[in-house]
T-cell receptor
Framework: DIQMTQSPSTLSASVGDRVTITCRASQSISSWLAWYQQKPGKAPKLLIS???SLESGVPSRFSGSGSGTEFTLTISSLQPDDFATYHC??????????FGQGTKLEIK | QVQLVESGGGVVQPGRSLRLSCAASGFTFSAYGMHWVRQAPGKGLEWVAV????????FYADSVKGRFTISRDNSKNTLYLQMNSLRAEDTAVYYCARARNHYDSSGYFPDVWGQGTTITVSS
């Protein structure tokens, strides 16, 4: 099975900062990676699919990049609403799916 | 609007069974595959199972294979998860999610999620 490793596990930042979260796959997944945002007590929300395709309605300060085994989610200028936990997920195969362990973005 | 509503959660003793339901509305349910994803308290997301749009294929995480069964009734716009031989480690919030793919991908990613239903396995 493909393992997904996110770093860091926790990130402290301030409003206006540029932040980057990394997700690494244990083997190549081409561009088959999604990013989700989750707030406490709520369901995850899809932000990005196919590594860099921004979902409709998601602010343009969010961007994704990468292919193969290394991927990044970047928030260009943090807003108060962005403090949440972020998850990556690979969907390289139709029969098996894996999430990263999550990155909690905290207010510094 | 697209909506998924899970139900059937609760407290259950180890070894017992439970069936979750997920009612879909606002989209053509029979045209989409569906996932179940769970999240143990304080932990990350764990994929559980996926079923094809017509129910012709289903796949499971190793942690639930042989114990859980995903199914659907397209006439009722409803997804199910039958959970047997429950264990303490199955305690989690269970989410159903619509499965979407790209024209050139073989895998399906969750794009719309329900609010979740909580299962607690405890004696």
């Amino acid at each position: 099975d493909i393992q997904m490793t996110q770093s860091p596990s926790t990130l402290s930042a301030s409003v206006g900062d540029r932040v980057t979260i990394t997700c690494r796959a244990s083997q190549s997944i081409s561009s088959w990676l999604a990013w989700y945002q989750q707030k406490p007590g709520k369901a995850p929300k899809l932000l990005i699919s196919k590594a860099s395709s921004l979902e409709s309605g998601v602010p343009s300060r969010f961007s994704g990049s990468g292919s193969g085994t290394e991927f990044t989610l970047t928030i260009s200028s943090l807003q108060p609403d962005d403090f949440a936990t972020y998850h990556c997920q690979q969907y390289n195969s139709y029969s098996s799916y894996t999430f990263g362990q999550g990155t909690k973005l905290e207010i510094k | 609007q697209v909506q998924l509503v899970e139900s059937g959660g609760g407290v259950v003793q180890p070894g017992r069974s439970l069936r979750l339901s997920c009612a879909a509305s606002g989209f053509t349910f029979s045209a989409y595959g569906m996932h179940w994803v769970r999240q143990a308290p304080g932990k990350g997301l764990e994929w559980v199972a996926v079923i094809w749009y017509d129910g012709s294929n289903e796949f499971y995480a190793d942690s639930v294979k042989g114990r859980f069964t995903i199914s659907r009734d397209n006439s009722k716009n409803t997804l199910y998860l039958q959970m047997n031989s429950l264990r303490a480690e199955d305690t989690a919030v269970y989410y159903c999610a619509r499965a979407r793919n790209h024209y050139d991908s073989s895998g399906y990613f969750p794009d719309v999620w329900g609010q979740g239903t909580t299962i607690t396995v405890s004696s």
